[in-house]
T-cell receptor, first 113, second 115 residues
Framework: ETGVTQSPTHLIKTRGQQVTLRCSSQ?????VSWYQQALGQGPQFIFQ???????GRGNFPPRFSGLQFPNYSSELNVNALELDDSALYLC????????????FGPGTRLTVL | AQTVTQSQPEMSVQEAETVTLSCTYD???????LFWYKQPPSRQMILVIR????KQQNATENRFSVNFQKAAKSFSLKISDSQLGDTAMYFC????????????WGAGTKLIIKP
């Protein structure tokens, strides 16, 4: 059974740029959730995708957007990067309708300069 | 809205000792779930233990057990026979059907196991 994977591991961008982070869900899982974890803090929920549709969103601006593909993998896109977007971005998958436990990938560390 | 509070920023114990991490939560939901996750320096969030609120029996996973006090909205984690590999950040989290099972997290407790 393949676990949740994320790419890239690390990323450095400059303010104003755009970034795409990728996540492959665990085998058999059809729900993907994204979280932002600032240094020294607990994660904050960004949004969740279920069967290619957004299924809940946290308190994040529209420049944070996402996609889920037919194979249940997902992307997180952030436009107009700001310094405060520097964080660890965590992807988690679950099944069936988010009722089960969320299993996390290793995360992507984004640094905005 | 759900909230989760962890009041211990850091704890340290000697190897083989028992340690208890505290967590309190607030929710108006009837059906909810509580979790403890571990985040070692490698950063990957690893599930430690899960509790369904409608179950009165406390969950256990090998050396890890919880003390779930529903009326007091308390959910503490006990680690027995602590090992050096238990050194990590520990996060308490909750989820519920009404919020599409999004996880609401505490601020975390840094646990250091000393040799």
């Amino acid at each position: 059974e393949t676990g949740v994977t994320q790419s890239p591991t690390h990323l450095i961008k400059t303010r104003g740029q755009q970034v795409t982070l990728r996540c492959s869900s665990q085998s058999g899982h059809n729900t993907v959730s994204w979280y932002q974890q600032a240094l020294g803090q607990g994660p904050q929920f960004i949004f969740q995708y279920y069967r290619e549709e957004e299924n809940g969103r946290g308190n994040f601006p529209p420049r944070f957007s996402g996609l889920q593909f037919p194979n249940y993998s997902s992307e997180l896109n952030v436009n107009a990067l700001e310094l405060d977007d520097s964080a660890l971005y965590l992807c988690a998958s679950s099944s069936p309708m988010g009722t089960d436990t969320q299993y996390f990938g290793p995360g992507t560390r984004l640094t905005v300069l | 809205a759900q909230t989760v509070t962890q009041s211990q920023p850091e704890m340290s114990v000697q190897e083989a000792e028992t340690v208890t991490l505290s967590c309190t939560y607030d929710t108006s939901e009837n059906n909810y779930y509580l979790f403890w996750y571990k985040q070692p320096p490698s950063r990957q969030m690893i599930l430690v233990i899960r509790q369904e609120a409608y179950k009165q029996q406390n969950a256990t996973e090998n050396r890890f057990s919880v003390n779930f006090q529903k009326a007091a909205k308390s959910f503490s984690l006990k680690i027995s026979d602590s090992q050096l590999g238990d050194t990590a950040m520990y996060f308490c989290a909750s989820s519920s059907m009404d919020s599409n099972y999004q996880l609401i997290w505490g601020a975390g407790t840094k646990l250091i196991i000393k040799p």
